[in-house]
């Protein structure tokens, strides 16, 4: 069955300049979320889509935004990299469904060095 | 909104049932109960949730008490790469918010 792909899985940046990490949801789910993991963290909630709308946000960085296009991939766009946001992203899409709560699933992550 | 409370670590011998507890004592009765585990670095992976009722999948059991406030997840047969971190989340909306999880060894 097809996955949350998510791309690069492995990114490079040099302190102050920019990336974009994308996200692509297992067909037909219209619900995109993005997480932060710092090494020995926890995955942090940063936003959430949801048909093409952002739905939630976390504690997402006023550096940082994120979008999700008509064909529901998403992207993160990360301006002014520091040495603290070297981390995993990890993306999960899921299928909302009115009434009852549907499981998240996770892509295998975007693992992000600002040097 | 308080999360759940689950243990550091726990360790369990190979081919042996592994029974994570999870305290939600400040669940709300629209909110229901995931878990979810990572396996080093790679990304979260679903194992099973509920509402009230206990549940039963391919990967795992859940067991929640009659008055919500806490669960079981219980893997059969814990294999050694059943060693990972397993999240107990508290969902109510779209959103999951992870706490610390009980880090689970396998032992051969």
């Known amino acids: 069955a097809a996955g949350v792909i998510q791309s690069p899985r492995h990114l490079i940046k040099e302190k102050r300049e920019t990336a974009t990490l994308k996200c692509y949801p297992i067909p037909r789910h219209d619900t995109v979320y993005w997480y932060q993991q710092g090494p020995g963290q926890d995955p942090q909630f940063l936003i959430s889509f949801y048909e093409k709308m952002q739905s939630d946000k976390g504690s997402i960085p006023d550096r940082f935004s994120a979008q999700q296009f008509s064909d529901y991939h998403s992207e993160l766009n990360m301006s002014s990299l520091e040495l603290g946001d070297s981390a995993l992203y990890f993306c999960a899409s899921s299928l909302r469904n009115r009434g009852r709560k549907t499981e998240a699933f996770f892509g295998q992550g975007t693992r992000l060095t600002v040097v | 909104d308080a999360k759940t409370t689950q243990p550091t670590s726990m360790d369990c011998a190979e081919g042996r049932a592994a029974n994570l507890p999870c305290n939600h004592s400040?669940?709300?009765?629209?909110?229901?109960v995931y878990w979810y585990r990572q396996i080093h670095s790679q990304g979260p992976q679903y194992i099973i949730h509920?509402?009230?009722n206990n549940e039963t999948n391919e990967m795992a059991s859940l067991i929640i008490t009659e008055d919500r406030k806490s669960s079981t997840l219980i893997l059969p047969h814990a294999t050694l790469r059943d060693t990972a971190v397993y999240y107990c989340?508290?969902?109510?909306?779209?959103?999951?918010?992870f706490g610390k999880g009980t880090k689970l060894t396998v032992n051969p």
């Open positions: 400040t669940i709300s009765g629209n909110e229901y």
């Open positions: 509920g509402l009230k």
């Open positions: 989340i508290k969902r109510w909306t779209e959103k999951l918010v």
